[in-house]
């Protein structure tokens, strides 16, 4: 074989290893480097393994070109299916937008986006994985097109408000513009099953406090107490973003931005009222695609301490440093790792020095060959 073809050849190669490790590799690299929090207190009986993301935010029909669109399904797809792999938790909890244009979409495109959907975040048998309506999915509570909530409940199998309990942890997922504070068959939903719930946790925690209802809950279900975690899609009450510290918060001057209510975050009177029927011991949501903790001590009828964890976008559309959160929980106890996904500028940066450092290799090569 001559010389030149085989170093042509030798280039081909190295080309296509560049490629795989920067399109498969870099992914195992980042994101083994994050492990699951460690946990005081809690038998591995009773410790539950969550993997939890927001935003996602999969393009439709009308915005991004297609290449783009690939773009972002190829990294979201490979981010997700790695971290399944590396991480093996044993649920998962999507916080709202799985899509970018769901509110807008007739019954046709909205199956092609489940279908999508269900390609890109297919999970194990053995995984739950389980999501919270954004306003990208379904429109603002005001923007809410008829069937829009039907049609996203039936394909996700999910409800306004919804109490799911694993390992004796008690999850309420509630869909945020369910909690408009009007008189909308959805609020009143919505309402009502928070007042379901919160009469079994009442009872759980004080068999004096029992209905009939909630007592028969308890019974079948075998419910203990345990404090509740609360997940949603819009942030609980502040004004805005500036008490956010987090390095991943938003960029000045964004982060004192004043947030609309209703649209960028809970209102006071929705918050004071999840906070006092819950009486959650911590919040996750999304929404905002920035970073942010907080922690909130409610003086209601007693005094209610939590921390409200805000996740970044997993979307490189949304922020160059897309992040999700590990989340190992206890009846009794909770820790959080915040993780990192590769970045963009790296991913470039990997495959342009690897490639130089490869052609200055063959270079030399052919020099001591000769």
Not at 237 to 263: G, H, M, Q, W, Y
Request: proline share 5%; hydrophobic share 35%.
């Amino acid at each position: 074989m001559r010389r030149i073809t085989k170093n042509v050849l030798l280039f081909m190669f190295g080309c296509i290893c560049i490629a795989l490790y920067c399109e498969f590799g870099i992914y195992y690299v980042v994101i083994a480097q994050c492990s699951w929090p460690e946990l005081l207190g809690g038998s591995e009986e009773t410790t539950l393994k969550a993997f939890m993301l927001a935003d996602t935010h999969l393009l439709g029909p009308w915005r991004g070109h297609w290449l783009d669109k690939m773009r972002r399904e190829w990294q979201m797809n490979r981010a997700f299916q790695t971290i399944v792999h590396v991480h093996r938790p044993e649920i998962i909890f999507l916080l709202g937008d799985l899509f970018d244009e769901g509110e807008w979409t007739n019954r046709d495109q909205f199956e092609d986006y489940v279908t999508r959907f269900r390609k890109l975040f297919a999970v194990p048998e053995d995984i739950k994985l389980y999501v919270t309506v954004g306003n990208h999915d379904i429109g603002f509570h005001n923007n809410i097109r008829r069937g829009s909530i039907e049609r996203f409940n039936k394909a996700f199998n999910t409800t306004s408000v919804q109490l799911v309990t694993i390992k004796g942890n008690h999850f309420v997922l509630i869909n945020s513009m369910a909690m408009e504070g009007d008189y909308c068959s959805l609020c009143t939903d919505a309402r009502s099953r928070i007042e379901s719930i919160s009469e079994i946790l009442q009872c759980s925690e004080n068999p004096t406090k029992c209905t009939s209802k909630s007592k028969k809950y308890i019974k079948r279900n075998k419910h203990n107490y345990s404090r509740p975690i609360l997940l949603q899609h819009f942030p609980l009450f502040r004004k805005s973003d500036a008490v956010c510290t987090e390095p991943d918060a938003p960029p000045l001057p964004e982060r004192n931005k004043p947030f609309r209510l209703k649209i960028d975050a809970l209102s006071k009177d929705a918050t004071d009222y999840l906070v006092s029927k819950l009486k959650p011991r911590a919040v996750f949501g999304g929404h905002t695609h920035h970073g942010c903790l907080l922690h909130h001590n409610y003086k209601l009828s007693d005094s209610i301490e939590f921390s409200e964890y805000s996740i970044p976008s997993f979307s490189w559309r949304n922020r160059p440093d897309p992040k999700y959160m590990l989340v190992k929980i206890s009846p009794e106890n909770y820790a959080v790792n915040k993780c990192e996904l590769p970045k963009e500028t790296t991913i470039a940066f990997t495959a342009i020095v690897s490639l130089i450092l490869f052609s200055c290799y063959l270079v030399r090569r052919r020099h001591i060959g000769r």
